[in-house]
């Protein structure tokens, strides 16, 4: 009797647990006309299946097919698997190279020509789907109705999808920023303004420049949503899954794909207000060529307080010199990190640090070395866990072939024979779960010597930029630093000095894909004297 594994899925929260049940069953019952025997059964419930990514049940049931569980993979349906024509093809793909065969209870035995065409059927669905959505979304705006998200200032009317109504106390607080803006005062000072009355913020826990700034080709944030001057603005942007995250990524659509409809019941502030508020904004901002201004430091946007993990920014100059804070801090007061930091100083104790602690090959390589030998360190109770469940595993599927051949012949009670291989299979299960929850086993990274000669280039090009007179950074130098430096992290200690955690990635140092997603502190609370090694890996 073959040995097979079933799978299921669902798509939305919005249906029925038991549709993974109902699968099961159906499968099963299949199974047994098929004369299969079904060791395992992996769902994932209210995921997608636009792709693949997240879906543990899937991954895991992908692992036990590379460590050949089973033989026969049973779905209701092969969009089960996946509606996305890629990664259905590349399960079929990889499930035949390891023996295996996929059997749908309403397709059959699947074959190429079945994947492609179902690939295709799902492809088409999800788009029809979408369109579909986007449709009734467009005709939602159109009546005057809100086609999603929440605006702050407004409630939902419960049991009429799309209609709001106004909230009086939170239509105030967005009268007063209207108010306080056209007559000149800055986001900045508003938002320290109600975070020091404890008005509560939209989302969040305070109230901070980007909120009422937001971004006005999105249509985000209190001073440019177009919904206070009673006017809803739709489709400014549209929502595409990244194939190689899953998750999904906005992008802003040209003015003419935006759908507008008057709402007059909707405004809080008057439209002439509304006008006046974007004048001035319009008036303070500068365009930049490429729609986004370079930034000047080099290590712009990277550095982060080291108390509440917030942004750092520029304060004011002490003759002539840089000095920056915690932006959280001097906005909204919900940082209690008052430090002030000269840049200057941050900046030359960075690279002096990655120059003496990674600034050699033989440095370098040390450090390869120490890390290798902690990694396999902290794998080695992983390897024996593994070796162990191994070890059952295969004692399991030897008495469980055992008991089979004992209830042909006869010799075991069948009500007995079945009690003893249905908790052997319950046991089987659960070490499988364990053991694709392992993970797989260490792997150890090794020297590029152009990426090492590249890394080094990149001191230089930091060395030279922080010597320029401005300190700006040139575009070389500027990609010089995203190479190396992911995060800045400043620490303001008991003592007065300040400890500096920089986080970079090694992918520049091994020269591949060994760890695309690594990354490694380059100092964990280092004290003003340097970088301590990295202590802590991927």
């Not at 049973?74 to 890629?86: K, Y």
């Not at 079929?92 to 020509?113: T, W």
């Not at 002490?318 to 430090?339: F, P, W, Y």
Request: with cysteine; proline share 4%; glycine share 10%.
């Amino acid at each position: 009797m073959r040995k097979a594994v079933i799978y299921a899925r669902y798509s939305s929260d919005l249906q029925s647990g038991r549709s993974i049940d109902d699968q099961v069953a159906l499968c099963e019952e299949f199974a047994r006309r098929e004369g299969l025997d079904v060791g395992c059964v992996y769902s994932d419930r209210a995921l997608s299946g636009a792709s693949t990514i997240g879906r543990n049940g899937l991954l895991s049931m992908m692992e036990a097919a590379r460590r050949g569980d089973f033989s026969v993979l049973v779905v209701e349906a092969l969009d089960r698997i996946s509606r996305d024509q890629e990664d259905l093809a590349g399960v079929y793909k990889r499930l035949s190279f390891a023996g295996i065969e996929i059997r749908a209870v309403h397709d059959g035995k699947a074959d190429q020509i079945q994947v492609g065409i179902r690939g295709l059927v799902g492809a088409l669905y999800l788009q029809d789907l979408s369109n579909k959505v986007r449709r009734g979304m467009a005709g939602v705006t159109r009546d005057g109705r809100h086609a999603g998200g929440r605006a702050y200032g407004y409630r939902p009317v419960p049991g009429s999808p799309g209609e709001l109504t106004i909230c009086p106390e939170e239509a105030g607080v967005v009268r007063r920023i209207f108010d306080e803006y056209v007559a000149g005062a800055n986001p900045r000072a508003i938002a320290a303004k109600l975070n020091a009355e404890r008005v509560p913020p939209p989302r969040g826990s305070v109230w901070s420049a980007s909120t009422l700034n937001g971004n006005a080709a999105r249509g985000h944030g209190i001073l440019v949503n177009p919904i206070y001057a009673g006017r809803i603005t739709w489709n400014r942007v549209r929502m595409v899954k990244d194939p190689d995250t899953g998750k999904r990524v906005s992008r802003v659509n040209p003015p003419n794909e935006w759908l507008t409809a008057d709402a007059p019941h909707l405004a809080i502030v008057d439209p002439s207000v509304f006008e006046r508020a974007q004048e001035r904004k319009r008036a303070r901002t500068h365009d930049v060529p490429g729609g986004r201004r370079a930034p000047r430091r080099l290590f712009s946007g990277l550095l982060k307080c080291g108390c509440c993990g917030g942004g750092m920014s520029i304060k004011d100059r002490d003759h002539g010199r840089l000095r920056i804070v915690c932006t959280r801090a001097r906005e909204g007061s919900s940082c209690k990190n008052r430090r002030v930091f000269y840049l200057d100083e941050i900046e030359q104790r960075i690279t002096a640090g990655l120059r003496s602690r990674l600034g050699s090959k033989v440095v370098i390589a040390r450090y390869l070395k120490t890390y290798n030998e902690e990694r396999r360190r902290l794998a080695g109770d992983q390897t024996s866990q593994r070796a162990k469940i191994e070890s059952r595993l295969t004692a399991i599927d030897r008495d469980l072939d055992r008991a089979t051949a004992l209830l042909i012949k006869g010799v075991l009670d069948e009500e007995k024979g079945a009690a003893q291989t249905a908790a052997l299979q319950t046991e089987r299960a659960t070490l499988q779960s364990e053991l694709a929850a392992l993970g797989s086993k260490p792997s150890t990274v090794e020297l590029h010597p152009t990426a090492v000669s590249s890394y080094l280039g990149s001191l230089d090009d930091l060395d030279a930029a922080l010597r320029s007179p401005d300190g700006t950074a040139s575009p070389e130098a500027f990609g010089a630093v995203r190479d190396l430096v992911h995060r800045i992290v400043i620490h303001p200690c008991n003592d007065g000095k300040t400890a500096i955690e920089v986080e970079g990635s090694l992918s520049r140092l091994i020269g591949g894909n060994h760890f695309p997603t690594a990354r490694v502190s380059g100092g964990a609370m280092v004290a003003e004297e340097g970088f301590e090694p990295p202590t802590h890996g991927l």
